[in-house]
């Protein structure tokens, strides 16, 4: 008999709605009512780890999750289910996904309508969650999100709707698997799968996002001794207004790594333009380019290779390969 480890989170997943419709956490998780269709082959074990909606999550917790599983790797442990509040989940996932070396299956999920509203998501998604960690193919994929009968990577996923139960999408990609009652189908696997395994987290590493006019004052003020590193949402291919140049430098200058994606939906930040502010002159300066991530998972990736304690141009290499 398989042994899966259910380790709830909080979020939606595990909130109520009152009387007057407003959704919050409970003094009970109802998910601790949820009753384990799989008996006869599969082992629920249940860890209440924490109780906070997903704004409230921050990378403690995250290494907190990490070396958990890490631990139930040496307990025997089949697979492990984390429910999780959606607006942060595919951070955590990404973030388990960097630093956790193993390959058996990790899957995360949640829900978009609490424990009480009509049409709630929760009890389904957090029962496909269940079969995907359970199955023999999830194996080797890297951390898995399943939402919605679908089952995409942690490293491509994002969250597309504020309240549609069918947010989570990966795209130019799609998903790689679909989950049906009769159990779990995939279609394609990762390339390629690297962790660092981390003991602490780093602080003070930056996401900001370009825009027309971009004020110079916003990266200016990152110039200093505390800042880690900085990402930057660039705009379209991967190009920034010039008149933050002079600012992007003093951060460069400062050896503060910096890391551009683009604010695009699809598509990878490259260095193609050649004028002043363009792809080219950024990465002449020392930028690094982030390929296929976006800014949220960026800024994940470029914390972990930084709380691995990696710099200059290993550091650069790590951050820039988003099949890695």
């Known amino acids: 008999m398989k042994k899966i480890l259910i380790l709830h989170t909080g979020g939606t997943i595990a909130m109520s709605e009152d009387e007057h419709g407003a959704v919050a956490p409970g003094s009970e998780n109802p998910l601790n009512q949820f009753v384990n269709p799989f008996t006869t082959d599969l082992k629920l074990i249940t860890e209440n780890i ?5 704004p409230h999550m921050e990378p403690q917790q995250m290494l907190q999750l990490q070396k958990r599983i890490m631990l139930a790797i040496d307990e025997g442990i089949d697979g492990v289910v984390i429910t999780h509040g959606t607006d942060t989940l595919e951070e955590t996932a990404y973030f388990l996904d960097l630093t956790i070396p ?16 009509i049409g709630s998501d929760g009890l389904h998604n957090f029962r496909c969650a269940i079969q995907t960690a359970a199955s023999k193919q999830a194996a080797g994929k890297g951390v898995l999100v399943v939402m919605n009968d679908e089952v995409h990577t942690a490293r491509y996923v994002t969250k597309t709707h504020t309240t549609n139960v069918a947010t989570f999408r990966t795209p130019t990609f799609g998903p790689i698997g679909l989950v049906s009652k009769n159990g779990v189908t995939f279609f394609e696997q990762l390339l390629l799968h690297t962790a660092l395994p981390i003991e602490h987290v780093v602080d003070h590493v ?31 291919a991967g190009n920034l ?39 080219v002159q950024l990465s002449q300066m020392g930028v690094t380019f982030c390929h296929g991530l976006n800014g949220q998972k960026a800024r994940i990736k470029l914390l972990v290779g930084l709380s691995a304690g990696l710099s200059g141009q290993e550091l650069a290499t790590f951050v820039t390969d988003a099949v890695s």
């Open 50 to 54: 924490f109780n906070l909606p997903s």
């Open 102 to 117: 193993t390959t058996f299956p990790i899957v995360l999920t949640g829900a978009m309508r609490s424990a009480n509203e």
């Open 206 to 236: 930056y996401l900001i996002k370009a825009y027309a006019g971009m004020d110079p004052e916003l990266l200016a003020n990152l110039a200093n001794s505390n800042t880690q590193g900085v990402v930057i949402e660039a705009l379209g």
């Open 241 to 279: 207004p010039p008149r933050v140049l002079d600012a992007l430098q003093k951060l460069l200058d400062l050896n503060i790594p910096v890391v551009l994606v683009s604010r695009c939906f699809n598509g990878i930040a490259q260095d193609v333009y050649d004028y002043q502010g363009g792809g």
